[in-house]
C-alpha cells in the first residue's frame, strides 16, 4: 500500500509568518496519553510563538486524541461522576467571571460558536442563559454529549464543516486554536461566521510565560503532540490582525493544574493521574495550590494562560 504523503515542514511561523529557523528549542514527548514518538517545537525570531514538528496532516489529527482525552472522557461511576460534575460546574462558573468571557457577561444572548466544544460543558452554560450555541468538533462520542445539552453540535473541524455567512455574535476558542493545523485559516473561517462587530474569545496556553521557561519540555501546557502552535502574546495578537480582527483586549491568567502538573512532570516524568477518581481528587487539590501558583505567575511576569478577545 502506498504511504500517505507527507505533510510539507513548517518553514514559516504560524502566529506572525516570519520565517523560522532550522533549530527547534525543545524535544519533547506525550507526557499525558503516551502517544508514541517525539516532536520538536521551533521558535519564532520574530514572535516568540513556537510550531511543532513534523506537522501533521489535517486527517491524521484524531490518532492524537485517546478515548481518555479530558475533554472526551464520560466520568463513570456515581462518586466520580459527581465529582466530575461539580469541577466541571466550578470551572465553568469561574471562566464566565473571567477574561476573556467576561466580555460577553453583559451581552445580550444572541448566537455563538464554540470551536472544539468537547462534551459541550461551556457552550452549555450559554445555552442556559438563552443563548443559541453552535458547538464544532471532531469527536463523534463528545458531539452526541454536546447534542444532549442543548447544543447544536456538529463533527468535523472548520475546515470541513462551513458555518453561515454572518450568523454569528461571538465564537469561543478554549484552549482549541492551538490544537488546530490552520490557526490563520481557522480564524479567518470564524471571522467570515460572525457578524460585523462580532467577537471571538480565545484562550490558550501562553508559550512567554515562565513555567515554559522553567519547564521546557516538562512544561504541562506543551501538550506535545496534539498542541500544534504555541502562542505568545504577541503572536496571538499578530494572528489575530492578519486574519482581519481588531485586537481589542491581550491578558495573562493563571490555570489551576499548570504549576502542579509541570512539576509532576519535571519529578516523575508523565501524568499520574490520566483519569477516574485520582485524577477528580488531583484536580481538587491542584485548586488549594491556585493562590501560589498566582503569586509566582505575578513575579515571574506573567500566567501561563493567554487570552484575547478581538471584534470582526
Ligand atoms: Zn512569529
Known amino acids: 500500500m502506498p504511504e500517505a504523503p507527507a505533510a510539507p515542514a513548517v518553514s514559516n511561523c504560524p502566529a506572525c509568518d516570519a520565517p523560522l529557523p532550522d533549530a527547534s528549542c525543545i524535544r519533547g514527548v506525550d507526557r499525558l496519553h503516551g502517544v508514541a514518538g517525539a516532536q520538536d517545537v521551533v521558535a519564532c525570531d520574530r514572535c516568540g510563538s513556537g510550531a511543532t514538528e513534523p506537522p501533521v496532516a489535517a486527517g491524521e489529527l484524531t490518532s492524537l486524541y485517546p478515548q481518555a482525552y479530558g475533554p472526551y472522557d464520560a466520568a463513570s461511576g456515581r462518586l466520580v461522576g459527581t465529582m466530575s460534575a461539580a469541577i466541571r460546574w466550578w470551572q465553568g462558573r469561574r471562566a464566565l467571571r473571567r477574561p476573556p468571557l467576561a466580555s460577553l457577561r453583559e451581552a445580550r444572548a444572541g448566537s455563538l460558536v464554540d470551536v472544539g466544544c468537547g462534551r459541550g460543558d461551556l457552550a452549555a452554560l450559554f445555552v442556559r442563559r438563552g443563548w443559541r450555541a453552535t458547538g464544532i468538533e471532531p469527536s463523534t462520542a463528545a458531539v452526541a454529549a454536546a447534542r444532549e445539552q442543548g447544543v447544536d453540535a456538529r463533527v468535523g473541524t ?54 515554559r521557561r522553567r519547564f521546557a519540555d516538562r512544561w504541562y501546557h506543551l501538550d506535545l503532540p496534539r498542541h500544534r502552535t504555541h502562542f505568545s502574546p504577541a503572536g496571538l495578537s499578530a494572528v489575530l490582525e492578519r486574519a482581519g480582527f481588531d485586537v481589542l483586549s491581550i491578558g495573562t491568567s493563571t490555570s489551576t493544574v499548570g504549576l502542579p502538573a509541570s ?14 477518581l485520582a485524577l477528580r481528587v488531583a484536580a481538587g487539590l491542584c485548586v488549594l495550590a491556585l493562590p501560589i501558583a498566582r503569586l509566582l505567575d505575578r513575579v515571574g511576569g506573567g500566567g501561563d494562560q493567554l487570552h484575547a478577545v478581538a471584534r470582526s
Open 158 to 211: 472548520l475546515a470541513d464543516t462551513p458555518l453561515e455567512p454572518g450568523a454569528y455574535d461571538a465564537a469561543i476558542f478554549q484552549h482549541s486554536l492551538e490544537h488546530t493545523v490552520e490557526p490563520l485559516e481557522d480564524l479567518e473561517r470564524i471571522r467570515r461566521a460572525l457578524r460585523p462587530g462580532g467577537l471571538v474569545l480565545i484562550t490558550v496556553p501562553n508559550f512567554a510565560c515562565w513555567q
Open 263 to 276: 512539576i509532576q512532570y519535571a519529578l516523575v516524568g508523565r501524568c499520574l493521574f490520566p483519569g477516574g
